[in-house]
Every structure is written in C-alpha cells, then in structure tokens.
C-alpha cells in the first residue's frame, strides 16, 4: 500500500514536443504529492507538486494532472526542450509519515 | 547559503572497510534523512530523524547507522561495507512535516562502489 508505480521507465521526446509521465498510488491517506527533477550528477529538486483538493495545477510547461477516484497523478511537459532532459520523480506524502517514491523516469528530449 | 552538503563526492571500499558519509545543512531544519538510490529502484530511505538526538529507521536500515547531535549535522555510517551497498547516496532535509512547505532539499550525493 507504501507503493508508488511510475511509467514509463524511460521516455524519449522531440523538441516542442508533450512529455507525459504517470503515476499510481493505493494508499488513500497520501495527501501531498510532489514531482522532483534530477540532473546527472546532481541530487533531486522539487519541481512541481500537488494536493488532493485540487484536481489540476500548472506552473510554466509544467502540469500536474490528478485524478483522485482513480488514485492516479500525472506529469505534462508542454513544448519540451532539451533542457529538460533529467530524471522525474513522483512521490507522495502523508502527515506523520515519510515520503514514498515512484522508481523514475529517464526523459531525454531530442534537439 | 550552502543547503545540504554532502561529502565525499566519490568513494571506493574493500569488501568489510567501515565509513562515514557526513551530511550537513544550514537552514535550521529539523528533518533530515538518508536515502539510497539505485538504478529504475527510486529513493529509499534508509535512516531519518526528526531532531537532535532522535533517529529512526526508514525501509532498508540494515548495515547503516546514523546519528544526530546537532541541529546541522546527520553523518551516515557503514560499519563492514558489502558490494550490496554500492549505490548513490542522498542526503535530505525539511521543515516539519504537516507544515505548508514539505519540500525535500537534497544534497548532491556520494557514489559509493564497494569492491
């Protein structure tokens, strides 16, 4: 139920391109689910995250999806760019508990 | 403003050596934590604590130690490294959980190799 399932593993984009990435939970307690973006060589920043009171939040390209009932979230990268080539991480969250994390998808986006 | 410093960058061990990776951050967090992570694997917690002198084991504990004097400080221990341990090493920190800001601020990692 601690599960967090993330496709796809890898994902490989044209520039301008929509990157999409999907996430699935079981655990109904989780109420915080955020997106952190790696780097090679660099450790994992919080790019983008979301409460279940919400069923949509945009920030720039960058677009959480969430849909409760289905316990799913997702990832949209509008007009991808090479610069966004990294690692993503879902995860997800509840009071008094640790942070749960999806296995990572490695997007590469093609100049 | 430093955030989370993690130091080595890089290390190679034998088979049994012991070592410390330390972790240190200056934004007064009260939550630190330890994370391993591995290939198509994600983040596991390892260790966490809540403040000074309060630890408590995360998903895969075994064959580390930690500990929390200070506020700053979080050092990771492997006591007889194995090849199993080979992995990149993240350290975390946050504000209080519950709190509007949940946000993680990792360092940038050690890449252990244990031969």
């Known amino acids: 139920q601690q599960q967090v399932k993330q496709s796809p593993q890898s994902l490989i984009v044209q520039k301008g391109g929509i990157s999409i990435i999907n996430c699935a939970y079981e655990n109904t307690a989780f109420d915080y689910f955020p997106w952190y973006q790696q780097f090679p060589g660099k450790g994992p920043a919080l790019l983008i995250a979301?409460?279940?009171?919400?069923s949509e939040k945009k920030e720039g390209r960058f677009t959480i999806s969430f849909n409760k009932s289905a316990k799913q979230f997702s990832l949209h990268i509008m007009d991808s760019q090479p610069g966004d080539s990294a690692t993503y991480f879902c995860?997800?969250?509840?009071?008094?508990?640790?942070?749960?994390f999806g296995p990572g998808t490695r997007l590469s986006v093609l100049p | 403003n430093a955030g989370v410093t993690q130091t080595p960058k890089f290390r190679i061990l034998k088979i049994g050596q012991s070592m410390t990776l330390q972790c240190t951050q200056d934004?007064?967090?009260?939550?630190m934590y330890w994370y391993r992570q591995d290939p198509g694997m994600g983040l596991k917690l390892i260790y966490y604590s809540v403040g000074a002198g309060i630890t408590d084991k995360g998903e895969v504990p075994n064959g580390y130690n930690v500990s929390r004097s200070t506020t700053e400080d979080f050092p990771l221990r492997l006591e007889l490294a194995a090849p199993s341990q080979t992995s990149v090493y993240f350290c975390a920190s946050s504000y209080p959980q519950g709190t509007t800001n949940e946000k993680l601020f990792f360092g940038s990692g050690t890449q252990l190799s244990v031969l």
């Open positions: 934004m007064n967090h009260n939550y």
């Open positions: 979301i409460r279940p009171d919400v």
């Open positions: 995860a997800a969250h509840n009071y008094g508990q640790n942070f749960v």
